[in-house]
């Protein structure tokens, strides 16, 4: 931008951080206009600066319909529109006076086109213009825009609008944005206070790729230490936020472990089940939540679609736990006490369930899709995002495995079942229906399960397969936290989870499963029962 042009914008702002912008006369703004639709680039920068420093609060969107490729030259007269696709056709409007100017097709009017630079020139003058926009949200984003562009006449612009700012998150951004500007001048004085404001602001790998060169190789020995230091509070911030993200990543995985594993402490660790249609349970769980979500579509308003997910988790335990229920009574119950064959013949069944589902909803994966409560992340740090989705399941794991303990230890089911899982004989002799035990607690195992595949829905596709990436894990979790304890199996998960994710950057995602299930046989070989050993069927066994 030519300096005498930005000496004048930067006078415009100035007057006007202090009374509202006004409209120049319509023949000069025109003017200006058409000098738009000038072929080079380099003129339509040059038009683009001169239309803004006519100071026309109308110059702003025109300029955002250039960048966004929506201003047009109309060849009948030459006059420049704004256009807005309204089907095979486009909508124009007069940026002059902005009346409706009806509809034109495409082939009536030229394109006034940009490229990158030019694209790139156009924010760094919408900046400028927002930047004396009375929304604090709009300047911030005027002052994030015109910091890319580290002119002196841009340091000029944001000089100019720091004296008359009076938002105080606004004006930090400000003088963050001149102490980056800064750290290229001439002066060791004005550099070694770039770099002093810079390490009282965001410690982000962007201030440390600024002030880095300035710790290897500047001239001044207190900048260099000054640099050296701040490169040295970055990096270290940089570890705590990639380790706590780490945490957080394990944690979730864990969560879903949690999850997929809970059901499976029941049936195999409480009843000596090993059910390997476990991860189909899961699977019907997850295509339960998926009809779930194409019934709101189908049938009810969009304002209650975000409620699927709530209705698809009673949903999804009843179905699994009625097939987990129908298959205790008809296979389970007759295999009791002979572990092999109850492998084998719920291994077939998952091979049937996996096939059923193909046979219903095709093979290709399907998509459910994130409520908006679920949608998006929280950034708790500057480069510490946390997604919501992850955290909600992390919560809700916690709920299930509390409400799943509450009910063993509180009612008069699980009262029943820790009789059974305890000393069957006596349980019978007292009057308690065993079999209807085995087939409930067979199906509590199955549904909660069937959650599980709720919860997982949300962190990726549905497939026939979907249970089988977590069969395997979930044995893991309940073998290495003892067979039949919940606190074993949050344990567990937890720990498997943690572990897994603090090896994947340095051993990779597959030698860490691998080194995770040599460290879980070396353990076993040590403490058999697992971490929380429980006395039952399994255990007495």
Do not use: C
Request: glycine fraction near 10%; charged fraction near 15%.
């Amino acid at each position: 931008m030519p300096r005498l042009a930005a000496l004048f914008f930067a006078l415009l702002l100035a007057v006007a951080a202090a009374a509202p912008a006004r409209a120049v006369d319509d023949a000069v703004f025109a003017a200006a206009l058409k000098g738009l639709a000038v072929e080079g680039f380099a003129e339509k920068t040059a038009a683009a600066d001169a239309l803004a420093a006519t100071g026309d609060p109308r110059a702003l969107p025109v300029l955002r319909a250039m960048a966004a490729g929506n201003l047009y030259v109309r060849k009948a007269d030459d006059a420049p529109v704004l256009g807005e696709r309204a089907g095979r056709d486009l909508a124009l409007t007069d940026p002059v006076s902005g009346a409706d100017l009806g509809t034109a097709a495409s082939r009536d009017l030229t394109k006034i086109t940009v490229n990158n630079v030019l694209r790139t020139a156009l924010a760094a003058i919408i900046g400028r213009l927002e930047i004396a926009d009375p929304d604090p949200a709009r300047r911030r984003a005027a002052v994030e825009s015109i910091a890319r562009d580290s002119t002196p006449e841009a340091a000029g612009v944001l000089r100019a609008a720091l004296e008359h700012e009076a938002d105080p998150g606004v004006r930090t951004l400000m003088e963050r944005a001149l102490a980056r500007m800064s750290l290229a001048s001439p002066d060791a004085a004005v550099r070694l206070a770039a770099v002093e404001s810079l390490a009282g602001g965001e410690l982000s790998p962007q201030v440390r790729a600024l002030v880095a060169p300035l710790a290897e190789s500047d001239a001044d020995a207190r900048v260099r230490d000054a640099a050296r230091d701040l490169v040295e509070r970055i990096e270290l911030r940089l570890m705590i936020v990639d380790i706590t993200l780490n945490l957080f990543q394990g944690l979730s995985l864990g969560s879903v472990l949690l999850l997929a594993a809970i059901g499976l402490a029941i049936t195999f660790g409480v009843m000596g089940v090993i059910n390997m249609a476990h991860g189909e349970m899961i699977m019907l769980g997850a295509y339960t939540a998926f009809v779930v979500q194409e019934a709101f579509r189908a049938f009810l308003p969009d304002g209650v679609f975000g409620l699927y997910l709530i209705v698809s988790i009673p949903a999804a335990f009843l179905v699994a736990g009625a097939v987990g229920v129908a298959l205790e009574r008809g296979i389970i119950r007759f295999l009791y006490g002979r572990p092999l064959e109850t492998l084998l013949a719920t291994w077939g069944i998952s091979l049937m369930l996996q096939q059923v589902v193909r046979s219903i909803f095709g093979a290709p994966n399907k998509e459910v899709a994130n409520p908006a409560w679920m949608t998006g992340a929280w950034e708790a740090l500057p480069g510490l995002v946390l997604t919501w989705n992850r955290v909600a399941i992390i919560v809700f794991a916690l709920a299930v495995l509390a409400a799943v303990a509450l009910a063993l230890r509180y009612t008069a089911f699980g009262l029943q079942m820790r009789a059974v899982t305890q000393n069957r004989s006596m349980a019978a002799g007292m009057g308690i229906r065993t079999g209807w035990v085995d087939a409930l607690t067979f199906g509590l195992g199955s549904g909660i399960a069937g959650v599980a595949g709720v919860a997982l829905s949300q962190v990726g596709n549905v497939s026939p397969n979907l249970g089988q990436a977590y069969i395997v894990d979930s044995f893991m979790v309940v073998v290495f936290g003892g067979v039949g304890s919940l606190w074993g199996v949050l344990a567990g998960a937890m720990s498997l989870g943690i572990v897994n994710k603090i090896l994947e950057p340095y051993a990779g995602a597959m030698l860490g499963k691998i080194l995770v299930l040599v460290f879980i046989i070396l353990f076993i070989q040590k403490r058999p029962r697992g971490l929380f050993a429980l006395k039952g069927r399994a255990a007495e066994a």
